[in-house]
């Protein structure tokens, strides 16, 4: 089983829907929890990080974090074309090595 | 604000070559990684730095070295690039505390080897 899974996409929504994106983990040393965008042609960047378990808000994008089930999600609501792009999952050990460990990536597409 | 460069965007070389790719950062970032990144696979750790002229090996590191000898400046070498080593490459860094599972990556090198 790999560490980090997350959900196969490509994903295409049209405009305003509600996105829902998807990981699984194994490992249960992992306490922090991240998203990150990547546009085309860009390197990723942090969208929103969790520590431990819990939600988290930000504008239209709602993390949660569920440890007993080693699951996490990331909500877009009202989704717009401009959230078009790869969204990835990481996740890190608290105290361990600074290395994340990255889910494979779902593309998400946007249809105004 | 951070920024994480990298020496070219597009890089064609042909099998057998040495390759280098060059990354900066100019934030002061203690660690600085090498990934590379493949549809279907995902971002994959190929080395990583937590320090000036150290190194540790990450999941990938088969036929890449690295060289880390300032801190700012992060190297991955391909010592005979191969067709497949054809690939996204991207250089990433981070703080060593506080916001370090925030990594600023660079915008990547398409490597290309005929």
């Known amino acids: 089983q790999k560490e980090v899974e997350q959900d196969p996409g490509p994903l295409s929504v049209p405009e305003g829907a509600i996105v829902s994106l998807n990981c699984t983990y194994s490992?249960?040393?992992?306490?922090?929890f991240m998203w990150y965008r990547q546009y085309s042609r860009k390197g990723p960047e942090l969208l929103m990080y969790?520590?431990?378990?819990g939600n988290k808000e930000d504008g239209r994008f709602t993390a949660q974090v569920d440890k007993s089930s080693k699951y996490i999600s990331l909500f877009i609501r009202d989704s717009q074309p401009s959230d078009s792009a790869t969204y990835l999952c990481?996740?890190?050990?608290?105290?361990?090595?600074?290395?994340?460990?990255f889910g494979k990536g779902m593309k998400l597409t946007v249809n105004p | 604000d951070v920024k994480v460069t990298q020496s070219s965007r597009y890089l064609v070389k042909r099998t057998g070559e040495k390759v280098f790719l060059e990354c900066v950062q100019d934030?002061?970032?203690?660690?600085m990684f090498w990934y590379r990144q493949d549809p279907g696979l995902g971002l994959r750790l190929i080395y990583f730095?937590?320090?000036?002229?150290?190194?540790e090996k990450g999941d990938i590191p088969e036929g890449y070295s690295v060289s880390r000898e300032k801190k700012e400046r992060f190297s991955l070498i391909l010592e005979s690039a191969s067709t497949n080593q054809t690939s996204m490459y991207l250089c990433?860094?981070?703080?060593?505390?506080?916001?370090?599972?925030?990594?600023?990556f660079g915008p990547g090198t398409r490597l290309t080897v005929t």
């Open positions: 990433a860094s981070s703080r060593s505390s506080g916001r370090f599972y925030e990594q600023y």
């Open positions: 490992n249960s040393a992992f306490q922090y």
């Open positions: 969790t520590y431990s378990s």
């Open positions: 990481a996740m890190s050990a608290a105290g361990g090595s600074e290395k994340l460990v």
């Open positions: 934030m002061d970032h203690e660690n």
């Open positions: 730095s937590y320090d000036v002229k150290m190194k």
